[in-house]
């Protein structure tokens, strides 16, 4: 058996058996890495030289400082002040939710962790003001996903460094607006066509909505005792990655808790280190894991000495491990000359325009059943022998078109998200959000990469 033959042998064996046996694919990754390496002809000292230092110093750094904001209220705060806004227009509530969840995924935490936020209050904001669930919960995880390329966030790092290390540069502020724009034309006729200008259904004298029992006001607080089927507990599944994640359905009650004003003081400087890790990155170039590390170490000692072991457990440690594995992994690959190899057999069925369209179409349809970050970090090594094969080629477009391709298709019911929609509607609209998120995973397979290829591929 070829090497060749023999790492893509464990690439399937590895995505099969982490979906299958909810296992971290890092766990795999790691000695396949060794395995295929040695096999190849690499030293140890090879094998290891691919661990990503910078990818894994941004996950644990923001992911560090966001958990510093979950836990001292600065995201919740967030949201209220948010929904006050809309003054009793309930309607567009899954508009503002869009740039909550936007706002929220730029600053960079992984998507679970804020689809996971997000989408149990997009629910239950549905039933509260008769929006359609699907609707709401969609447009809602359409801002997170146009979120995602920010220059601080997991993807854009992931994808700028891997193409840097193959002496490739795209712009990162040009994809943050790229998918920022594909996400909320989605968002718009998924708005437009699913009655997101209809009348809603409850509705009393003077335009204000009929808040259903138990419910609370908008900008009274979201944060809800959330309950899995009316019996209080909370179900859970896992994630791509293999982590544990908490699955709640409906909200029943709402708790206000004072807030005292050293609270607040903490939450703005939680803000404006936020704003710092931003304008550091975009303006001057700093590295986002160690400046969001200086930003939250600054914070920990300022308000909460002491308490620095409730962040740290928070930092996404299986998606830490699930990409420091894979990229490890895929760099064997690369040094083994197994993406030289497909890029010949995709680019000799059609040309090097037709290989990224195919290249696209079977990223969104491995993602459906893997982690879409693992996804991305497998794949995109794969589009650098196709321009090479055709130098005219748009590298923007075609990275854009391979990263919508992988995450554009995580609404599905094999995915947390999918899970996360269909735990938290009520028991009767469960069969039915089921279909709706098979028809969309197979839209989003099949149309969303012809399309955004036919745009940024093949028409320039």
């Known amino acids: 058996m070829s090497t060749t033959l023999l790492s893509l042998l464990v690439l399937a064996a590895m995505f099969a058996l982490g979906s299958w046996k909810h296992i971290n694919i890092g766990t795999l990754a790691f000695p396949g890495a060794l395995l295929v390496g040695i096999c190849g002809g690499l030293s140890t000292e090879d094998v290891i030289s691919g661990f990503p230092v910078a990818i894994f110093l941004v996950i644990v750094g923001v992911t560090y400082l966001f958990a510093i904001a979950q836990v001292n209220g600065t995201i919740d705060w967030l949201l209220d002040r948010g929904v006050r806004l809309l003054n009793g227009r309930t309607r567009y509530l899954p508009c503002l939710l869009f740039l909550i969840g936007f706002g929220i995924s730029a600053t960079g935490p992984i998507a679970a962790a804020t689809v996971t936020l997000m989408i149990p209050i997009a629910i239950r904001c549905a039933y509260r003001y008769g929006l359609d669930p699907f609707m709401t919960a969609m447009v809602t995880l359409c801002g997170v996903q146009a979120g995602y390329f920010s220059p601080i966030a997991l993807y854009s790092v992931t994808v700028t460094r891997i193409l840097e290390s193959q002496g490739l540069t795209v712009s990162a502020l040009g994809l943050f607006a790229a998918h920022f724009v594909l996400n909320t034309v989605i968002a718009a006729v998924v708005f437009v066509l699913l ?3 209809r009348r809603r259904r409850h509705s009393r004298a003077g335009g204000s909505e009929t808040p259903e029992e138990g419910e609370v006001d908008l900008g009274r607080g979201l944060n809800t005792e959330a309950r899995s089927d009316g019996s209080g507990a909370a179900s859970s599944v896992r994630d791509p990655g293999g982590a544990a994640v908490a699955v709640t359905g409906p909200a029943e009650s709402a708790t206000l808790e004072p807030v005292s004003r050293r609270e607040v003081v903490y939450r703005w400087a939680t803000l404006f280190g936020l704003l710092t890790l931003a304008v550091g990155i ?3 170039d700093l590295d986002p894991g160690l ?5 939250g170490a600054v914070l920990m000692l300022s308000f909460a000495p002491g308490k620095d072991r409730d ?8 998606t830490c491990f699930m990409l420091a594995g894979i990229l490890t992994y895929i760099t064997v690959m690369q040094e083994i000359g197994t993406f030289d190899i497909i890029s010949d057999t995709l680019t000799g069925i059609g040309g090097p325009k037709v290989g990224v369209l195919l290249l696209s179409l079977m990223t969104g349809l491995v993602s459906v059943f893997a982690s ?3 996804t991305v970090a497998t794949t995109v090594p794969l589009v650098t022998p196709v321009l090479g094969a055709d130098p005219s080629l748009s590298l923007f477009g075609s990275i854009t ?3 919508s391709s992988a995450y554009l298709v995580d609404a599905n019911p094999l995915n947390l998200f999918g899970a996360l929609l269909i735990g938290n509607v009520r028991a009767e609209d469960q ?6 998120l098979i028809v969309w995973a197979v839209g989003m397979v099949i149309i969303a990469p012809v399309v955004t290829w036919a745009v940024l591929v093949w028409a320039p």
């Open 195 to 197: 009655g997101g200008f």
């Open 282 to 284: 975009i303006v001057s």
């Open 291 to 295: 400046l969001a590390l200086s930003i």
């Open 311 to 318: 962040y740290v457990n928070k930092i996404a440690w299986p």
């Open 372 to 374: 879409s970050a693992g």
């Open 401 to 403: 078109t391979l990263t």
């Open 431 to 436: 069969p039915g959000m089921f279909r709706k």
